[in-house]
C-alpha cells in the first residue's frame, strides 16, 4: 500500500511538472507577438493638450538657437583654432527683415554670434544693439530672410495669475523644446548685471532651464508675453521659478535697439545712495549722495550730504506724485517717461517736503 502511494505520488508530481514546464512552451507558441502588433485607438485629444499642440505648431518656427563664440586665450589647446564656444541661448524672429531678439547675457562678449533657425538652417548672425539695463539684445540675420516667420505679439498689460504660459526654447542645447505652465507672478523686479532693476517681470512655473535664456514665454493664443530670461535655483537647473521680462517693455526697448544700437537712460544728474544706507539710516526714500554739477538736479536746486559734516541733503520721496523707495523705483519712471521729458519731484530737507520740477536728460557713460 506505501509503495502504491508513493508510486501515484511521483506520478503526480512529474505529470504536474511536465504541465508546468509544457504550459511555458505553449504560452510562448500561443500568445507571443513575434510580429508588429496592433495599435490601440487613442483618445480624442482633451483641449489642454490641444491648445498647447496649436500653440507650439503655430510658434515654433519663429524660435531659434543662437550659440556665440571668442577669441581664443593664448595656451589653451584643442578647439578650431583663434576661437571657442563660450554660450548658447534661445531667441524668436522680430521681424521679416530678419531682426532676431534674445537676451543680452546671451550675446555678451560675443565675437561670433550664429543662428540655428527652426528649419535646421544656420546662419551668420550681427548684434545690431544691446541693453544690459533690461537684459535684451537685437540680432541680425542676413541669409534665409524669405523664410522667416515674425513672432505674433501679445501684451503683459492685462496678464492675470494663473493663465496659462508656454516657454519654447533650447534648455542645455535641446532646440525646439515646449514647456508649460501658468503665470505665476506679476510685477517681480530683477535685478540686472548693474545697480538697476528690471521692472514688471513675469514670474512662471513652466519649466526654464541654461538655454531658455532669449526664448520666448507664450500666452494660450500663441502670442509673445515675455522674453525668457533668469531662474532662481540653488543648482542652476529648473526650480520652478523662472523669471520672463514684459512684453511691453520688450516692444518699447527693442525698436530704439534697432534704431540706434543702444537704449538711451534717462537721468537728472544725481548720485544716490544704496537702498541699504537707507535702511540702516532709517530713511524713507532714496538718498541724495550729490546732485552733479552742471545737472538738471544741481540746476533745480537739489543738494546732497554734505561731505564735511555727513548731514543729510535731500531725500526723494516721490516721482510725478507715486512713492518711491529705490534708485530702481525712480529709474522705472523715469525709463516711462523717457528723455527730454519734465519730471516732477517731491523731496524732503529737515522735515519739511517740497516738490522739484527738472527735465529728464541722457545719461552719461
Known sequence: MGDRFVRFAA???????????????????????DEPRP??????????????????????PSVVFIFTERARPRGLPGGRPGAVSIGSGSGFVWDAAGHVVTNA????GAERVGVRLASGETVEATVVGSAADYDLAVLRIDDAVSRLRPLALGTSDDLEVGQAAYAIGSPFGLSQSLTAGVVSALNRRLPTAGPREIPGVIQTDAAINPGN?????????????GV????????????GVGFAVPVDLVNRVVPQLIREGRVPRPAIGILAADEEVAARMGV????????MPGSPAADAGIVGIDPSTGTLGDVVVAVNGEPVETVSDMAAIFAELGIGRQVTLTVRRDGAERD??????????
Open 356 to 365: 522739484v520740477t527738472l527735465p529728464l536728460v541722457e545719461a552719461e557713460g
Open 39 to 60: 495599435t490601440a485607438p487613442r483618445a480624442v485629444i482633451g483641449p489642454v493638450e490641444r491648445r498647447a499642440v496649436e500653440v507650439f505648431d503655430a510658434a515654433a
Open 213 to 225: 535664456s532669449g526664448g520666448p514665454l507664450l500666452d494660450s493664443a500663441g502670442r509673445l508675453i
Open 11 to 33: 506520478t503526480a508530481a512529474l505529470v504536474l511538472l511536465a504541465i508546468l514546464v509544457a504550459e511555458r512552451y505553449v504560452r510562448i507558441a500561443l500568445l507571443a507577438w
Open 284 to 291: 524713507g526714500g532714496v538718498i541724495i549722495v550729490e546732485a
Open 105 to 108: 547675457h546671451v550675446v555678451a
Open 228 to 239: 525668457n530670461t533668469a531662474i532662481l535655483s540653488g543648482s542652476g537647473s529648473f526650480a
